[in-house]
């Protein structure tokens, strides 16, 4: 399970980075190809870079269903528990153990729908429009990332089961930088 601890950061991570440089390319060459240098101009503007625009939105597509799965993980990822909190224990447990394994259930169901959906869409010749790209590698997204996000929730389900504590994100809390001031002032 050691692979699975940080995927989603990597994935993320190289999916951002390289949605970065694809759009710093792009300006560039669009900035670069209104220069009226002769012979660069040229070169420049026969260079298509009309597939950024396409590519960058299908890495934030996969970098959003994989982040709610790194939202699950971590307890970054929206939840409505107001009324939950006001709960005497007993029920409160309850309710939250309800909530993780609907979220389960929920995400699992959309991953086995998304699959077969992709499974179907394998079979037909549509392609994105500019990176002509078969379309159920854009939409493989929705089965994989749904799917993560399922077991995710099922992690922490057996966790607040065993400890009864869920995963609490502390937004003040900036990883290294604590350590490092402690270890400073020593």
Same mark, same amino acid.
């Given at each position: 399970m050691k692979i699975l601890d940080h995927l989603e950061e990597w994935l993320i991570a190289f999916l951002m980075g390289a949605a970065t440089l694809v759009i710093f390319f792009a300006v560039l060459h669009r900035y670069a190809s209104g220069f009226a240098i002769p012979g660069l101009q040229d070169w420049l503007l026969s260079i298509n870079t009309s597939w950024a625009q396409e590519l960058t939105i299908f890495m934030f597509v996969w970098m959003a269903k994989f982040g709610a799965a790194y939202g699950v993980r971590t307890g970054i990822h929206v939840g409505v528990d107001v009324l939950v909190n006001r709960l005497n224990p007993q029920w409160r447990s309850k309710f939250i153990l309800f909530s993780l394994l609907a979220g389960a259930s929920f995400t699992g169901i959309i991953a086995a729908l998304g699959a077969n959906f992709v499974f179907e869409l394998s079979h037909t010749s549509s392609t994105s429009e500019? #990176?002509? #790209?078969? +379309?159920? /590698?854009?939409? #493989?997204? /929705?089965? %994989?990332? !749904?799917? %993560? +996000? !399922?077991?995710?929730? #099922?992690?922490?389900a057996l966790q607040f089961t065993r400890s009864g504590e869920l995963p609490v994100h502390d937004h003040a809390h900036v990883e290294g930088l604590v350590e490092d001031a402690a270890e400073g002032r020593q």
């Open positions: 500019v #990176l002509e #790209l078969p +379309m159920w /590698i854009v939409y #493989l997204a /929705i089965p %994989l990332g !749904s799917a %993560l +996000m !399922s077991f995710r929730f #099922l992690q922490v």
